[in-house]
């Protein structure tokens, strides 16, 4: 395994990544923000909110969800990162998308990370798309398709293999000439709710690698699981236990809807953290 550290340079400490999904069929908010004067709104609210980057997604990847092509989601994605970039140069964007024509097209439009659902399953020639543009890459584990992900997941022990899994995607994009690397565990793709608790229960064994580790835990289904199958709207307070966990075993950045609670869980966790005894 690689000992060097990739951590991108602009990570000074834990963020939040708001999440806008430009699709009319995202499980949480799908068809509020599908539009160029709704989705600048949407940023604008977030930036003010505290985020520090934002995750443009033009094709839901809910379980069971349906493909879209490559032209239908650049239609989408393409004019919001385009505006947003110059309207909002204090902020990072990231394209969520498993497909290259997608990356490249938020790329040219000035996104400065490639958020990969498939962990370059689906197309390793994504990380080189991101070394050429020198952007960051977050390589997050599924196991299946959005559609059928869900359908019968198997592991044998879920933390060794997602790690496993990470690590050997993270070295590939290496190869392939990437120097800023991003994990996430991928909760809830090809996982039960047995698979999630036990990836939230191992996370120093993620966090510990050399790359910053990202949560997107934000009105996931185990949350309603747990709490009796409550509706997403009410998932809330369960995203933000989730995640504040997280932050407490080492990750760095946490994938949110809820932006403020999520900026303000960061605040109250650096200031705790700010204040306990200094190293000898």
Known sequence: MSTTNHRPKWLSGPCVMGVL?????????????NSQK??????????????AIIDIGGESTRPGSDPVSAEDEIARVEPVFREAVRVFPELLFSADTMKTDVAKAALDAGAQIINDVSGLQRDPEKASLAAQFNASLVIMHAQGVPKTMQQNPVYDDVVAEVKQFLI?????????????IIIDPGIGFGKTLEHNLALFAGLKELANLPYPLLMGASRKSMIGALLDGRAAEGRLAGTIAL??????????????????EASDSIRIFSAVHGAGPSPN
């Open 243 to 260: 995640h504040y966990h997280s932050l407490m075993m080492g990750a760095k950045i946490i994938r949110v809807h809820d932006v403020q």
């Open 168 to 180: 050997n995607q993270s070295e590939l994009a290496i190869r392939l000439g990437v120097k800023e």
């Open 38 to 51: 709704k989705a600048m709104m949407r940023i604008e609210e977030m930036a003010k909110q505290g985020a």
């Open 21 to 33: 999904n430009v699709t009319p069929d995202s499980f949480s908010d799908g068809g509020k923000f």
